[in-house]
């Protein structure tokens, strides 16, 4: 069997079974149901994009191999059957939080305290230094590198929304853990055909439920960024947190409408830009042209010019250049 054969016969049926429940009629709706596909391909690309450094130097480092399962083609130092993971692991853990979303209640309501969002993004930053540490040594190199990458991301998310995390920590658990199990068992196959095999000296030699320490934790670490990463994508309170926290765009301040003889409407020619209020007007007379917000009157559409009335009353905005 080769890598690719062992994906496409392991995780590919399991996420087409997860679709389709996920597609059939019988579910009911679910909270944030338009978003939580936007959502799970964003993270899909996040996590590649994230994944794909990380993976490529501990493959330069010669932390593993692939013995006997050629890949079939290599992409920024990475075998392709390693990006086709990296995009079957967050299908398999969006679809299955999905299946999980539709027996559970609906949250608790959120406090306003921000102790757990200090304390998860701590914790994991203390995780994440532990890591710097155990890379310093060549048996510590696996261990240390994945720590040192995981820790700062799950920092990130408990900064950004440990309130919700925490209110929500019976389904992130429940939605982990199953696809976590299933991940150590197509693992651990891999490894036992040794389609691919870590090299003794990159690691602490220590096993877990039978696999490499580092294995063995690859799996939850990396499930549970995912699930929680679409928890977070999908609540309106912390997607309302982020937006809140956003700069917010600077408008000019409106400057009154000089008295002028001739704008009583007659002759004027009016051009609406929707996206921002502003009513550009033209002189017909004149030629004299400028850029008017209008306050008593909405206009219908955009990017038009018509002779039209003036509204009774305007607000000169600066020019455009």
């Known amino acids: 069997m080769t890598y690719l ?10 996420v087409g079974l997860l679709a389709r429940r996920a597609g059939t ?30 993976d490529a130097a501990l493959i330069a480092r010669g932390t593993w191999s692939y013995p006997r399962a050629q890949p079939v083609g290599w992409v920024a130092g990475v075998p392709v059957e390693e990006l086709l993971f990296m995009v079957l692991q967050p299908l398999l853990a969006g ?39 155990l890379a310093r040594s060549a048996s510590g190199s696996y261990l240390g590198l994945l720590l040192a990458w995981s820790g700062p991301l799950l920092a990130l998310q408990w900064a950004v929304g440990g309130d919700t995390l925490w209110a929500q920590r ?6 982990a853990v199953p696809p976590t199990l299933y991940l150590w068992a197509v693992d651990g196959l891999g490894l036992h055909l040794r389609l691919w095999q870590l090299a003794g000296t990159r690691t602490t030699g220590l096993h877990l439920l039978g696999l490499p320490l580092e294995e063995a934790l690859f799996f939850p670490l990396t499930t549970v960024l995912v699930v929680g ?11 309302t947190r982020l937006r809140s926290r956003l700069p917010s765009p600077k408008h000019p301040t409106p400057k009154p409408l000089p008295a002028r003889a001739g ?9 609406l830009h929707e996206a921002d209020a502003t009513v550009w007007v033209v ?15 909405r206009w219908p559409g955009a990017g038009w010019s018509t002779p039209v009335p003036l509204p009774q009353t305007l607000t000169r905005q600066p020019s455009r250049p």
Not at 170 to 175: G, H, K
Not at 263 to 271: E, Q, R, Y
Not at 283 to 297: F, K, L, S
């Open 263 to 271: 704008l009583s409407g007659a002759g004027l020619t009016m051009s």
């Open 95 to 133: 679809l299955w939080l999905r299946t999980r979303r539709a027996e559970q209640p609906a949250p608790p309501p959120l406090g306003r305290s921000g102790c757990a969002r200090a304390a998860g993004a701590a914790g994991w930053l203390l995780v994440a230094g532990l890591g710097v540490l």
């Open 283 to 297: 002189d017909e007379n004149d030629g004299a042209a400028g850029g008017y917000c209008c306050t008593r009157a």
């Open 5 to 14: 054969a062992l994906l496409l016969v392991c995780l590919l049926p399991p």
């Open 229 to 239: 990463g679409l928890l977070l994508g999908t609540d309106q309170t912390t997607l």
């Open 25 to 54: 009629r019988n579910s009911r709706p679910q909270a944030g149901d338009p978003h939580q596909l936007i959502a799970l391909i964003v993270l899909i690309a996040l996590a590649v994009l994230a994944t794909l450094p990380w």
């Open 170 to 175: 019976r389904l992130l658990v429940q939605a």
